[in-house]
């Protein structure tokens, strides 16, 4: 006869079994000692012995690199002219304020500027002024005259 007891964290649910088995090699595998009398976890696995010392570690930043693979050829990035910029030189010929959407129709109509992909450009050209108006102050380039609407102030970029 052979009795098993399980622990559980909630007392309320711990047992014990009591099986009575012809095969020893049938305990393993409910987790019951095996015939070189080690004990084992559910499944048959081995109870985890404890180990020695740990080896060293390597510091930080030593590790063995694998040889780095070569890097395939940029196309050529030059740089696009950005929507704030276009707009700025927009604004500078305008005689009235705009607002964004008359903006970006602009400076698509001159072909100064064509989107990438995005669906909304006015919304993040009018972030971008807000953005610079924010940032440099009475340097900027742009004058926020009512909402939604800028003009020029006249100086430059930079």
Do not use: Y
């Not at 304020?97 to 989107?115: D, F, H, T």
């Not at 108006?133 to 970029?157: D, L």
Request: hydrophobic share 30%; net charge positive.
């Amino acid at each position: 006869m052979f009795s098993l007891h399980r622990k559980f964290r909630n007392p309320q649910h711990s047992e014990t079994i009591e099986t009575q088995v012809d095969k020893p090699e049938a305990l393993t595998a409910a987790g019951g000692p095996k015939e070189d009398g080690k004990p084992t976890m559910r499944g048959g696995k081995k109870a985890k012995a404890s180990k020695g010392p740990k080896a060293a570690k390597q510091p930080k930043g030593k590790k063995d690199k694998p040889a780095a693979k070569e890097k395939k050829a940029k196309p050529d990035t030059t740089q696009r002219p950005s929507l704030l910029n276009m707009a700025a030189q927009v604004l500078a010929g305008a005689k009235k304020p705009m607002n964004a959407k008359e903006l970006v129709e602009k400076v698509k109509a001159q072909k100064l500027w064509e989107s990438p992909a995005g669906k909304t450009p006015h919304a993040t050209l009018s972030a971008a002024i807000m953005k610079e108006i924010e940032t440099k102050g009475k340097e900027s380039r742009f004058r926020k005259v009512s909402p939604g609407h800028w003009e020029h102030t006249g100086k430059q970029a930079g």
